[in-house]
């Protein structure tokens, strides 16, 4: 009435327990004033702030980063935990391109996924390695989405990127340890396997490939006849069943020839049950055939002196007397 200027503004009603948004009008020496229910647009917007606020809540705990940019890379929305992967701040990111921190090795291949997922605006999926800005890199989890505006077109992408450096690492250990059991197996001159339940190998080292080829995921009766597969089925069983090792002696058909092994079979064991078969096996022809030979060579010797007209014997040398 002072300002003679129309006022708009909204006020809480508490009778009626309601949200009104009020117009009032200076009219000559009065005041006309309307009032219009906005409870339903409130009520909205309410809603809307508790949802605004319960995202920033988790956006900003969260253990994942997330990144949200717009096509020219400015960023829309970062929270502290990708900033802490990449070591760097929401301005350092901000109209950064995504090859200034990502590792050389997945430039090339993060770019074409890029390019070839941006045009349909499907989601994808990779690990790569972010680059820091002192040289050092992190391996990520990294799922990239597109937002679309109302006519469809992609107007800007959301990272989440997740951290698993660890796992890598762990994965780096596991590939070391069973190189070096390669190597270590390898040199070896005796057949080393490992089987599952299902006999089936898992593992074979050199000696075993050279002699009878490439044997992963397959069993005995790819190799060998039913009978001779069945031997080694049955001592299989027999470690599988019992949890006992044994040792067998085995002929074992190698390029045609029956070879004399000795194998020695024990239960493969993960948190306490039993998942399958080790053995080592060494091939004793050779030295069962030179005792055979040296035995028939006493048995003959033997015969010959038991069949001389005359005293043989033999006496242990003659020690010097100590004087």
Same mark, same amino acid.
């Not at 003679?4 to 006309?32: I, R």
């Not at 593992?203 to 009766?221: Q, W, Y």
């Given at each position: 009435?002072?300002?003679?200027?129309?006022?708009?503004? *909204?006020?809480?009603?508490?009778?009626?327990?309601?949200?009104? *948004?009020?117009?009032?009008?200076?009219?000559?020496?009065?005041?006309?004033?309307?009032?219009?229910?906005?409870?339903?647009?409130?009520?909205?917007?309410?809603?809307?702030?508790?949802?605004?606020?319960?995202?920033?809540?988790?956006?900003?705990?969260?253990?994942?980063?997330?990144?949200?940019?717009?096509?020219?890379?400015?960023?829309?929305?970062?929270?502290?935990?990708?900033?802490?992967?990449?070591?760097?701040?929401?301005?350092?990111?901000?109209?950064?391109?995504?090859?200034?921190?990502?590792?050389?090795?997945?430039?090339?291949?993060?770019?074409?996924?890029?390019?070839?997922?941006?045009?349909?605006?499907?989601?994808?999926?990779? *690990?790569?390695?972010?680059?820091?800005?002192?040289?050092?890199?992190?391996?990520?989890?990294?799922?990239?989405?597109?937002?679309?505006?109302?006519?469809?077109?992609?107007?800007?992408?959301?990272?989440?990127?997740?951290?698993?450096?660890?796992?890598?690492?762990?994965?780096?250990?596991?590939?070391?340890?069973?190189?070096?059991?390669?190597?270590?197996?390898?040199?070896?001159?005796?057949?080393?396997?490992?089987?599952?339940?299902?006999?089936?190998?898992?593992?074979?080292?050199?000696?075993?490939?050279?002699?009878?080829?490439?044997?992963?995921?397959?069993?005995?009766?790819?190799?060998?006849?039913?009978?001779?597969?069945?031997?080694?089925?049955?001592?299989?069983?027999?470690?599988?069943?019992?949890?006992?090792?044994?040792?067998?002696? *085995?002929?074992?058909?190698?390029?045609?020839?029956?070879?004399?092994?000795?194998?020695?079979?024990?239960?493969?064991?993960?948190?306490?049950?039993?998942?399958?078969?080790?053995?080592?096996?060494?091939?004793?022809?050779?030295?069962?055939?030179?005792?055979?030979?040296?035995?028939?060579?006493?048995?003959?010797?033997?015969?010959?002196?038991?069949?001389?007209?005359?005293?043989?014997?033999?006496?242990?040398?003659?020690?010097?007397?100590?004087?």
């Amino acid at each position: 009435m002072a300002e003679n200027a129309t006022q708009v503004f *909204e006020a809480y009603y508490p009778p009626l327990s309601a949200w009104y *948004e009020v117009h009032a009008v200076p009219v000559e020496d009065g005041l006309t004033v309307f009032f219009r229910n906005i409870d339903e647009r409130f009520n909205a917007a309410e809603a809307l702030r508790a949802r605004e606020r319960q995202l920033a809540t988790v956006f900003g705990q969260t253990m994942v980063g997330i990144l949200h940019r717009d096509l020219n890379q400015q960023v829309l929305m970062v929270n502290q935990r990708f900033c802490d992967i990449l070591g760097r701040s929401r301005d350092e990111l901000n109209g950064l391109p995504m090859q200034a921190f990502t590792h050389a090795d997945h430039i090339e291949a993060n770019l074409a996924l890029f390019r070839q997922h941006v045009q349909t605006g499907e989601p994808f999926q990779i *690990e790569k390695r972010y680059l820091r800005p002192d040289g050092s890199s992190v391996w990520c989890a990294v799922n990239v989405s597109f937002v679309r505006d109302d006519a469809g077109k992609v107007v800007s992408t959301i990272t989440v990127a997740e951290d698993i450096s660890g796992r890598k690492a762990a994965e780096e250990k596991v590939r070391e340890g069973h190189n070096l059991l390669q190597v270590l197996t390898d040199s070896i001159q005796d057949l080393i396997f490992v089987k599952d339940r299902n006999g089936r190998f898992v593992f074979a080292n050199r000696s075993l490939t050279e002699k009878c080829g490439p044997v992963e995921g397959l069993g005995d009766r790819h190799f060998y006849s039913p009978d001779v597969a069945k031997g080694f089925e049955d001592g299989d069983r027999r470690v599988l069943t019992s949890g006992e090792p044994i040792t067998v002696e *085995e002929v074992i058909p190698i390029g045609g020839e029956r070879r004399k092994f000795q194998t020695v079979k024990v239960p493969w064991r993960r948190d306490g049950e039993i998942i399958g078969v080790i053995g080592v096996s060494r091939d004793l022809t050779e030295r069962l055939e030179a005792e055979a030979e040296l035995s028939e060579s006493r048995r003959q010797l033997t015969t010959l002196i038991d069949n001389l007209p005359g005293l043989v014997y033999r006496c242990a040398p003659m020690l010097p007397w100590p004087f």
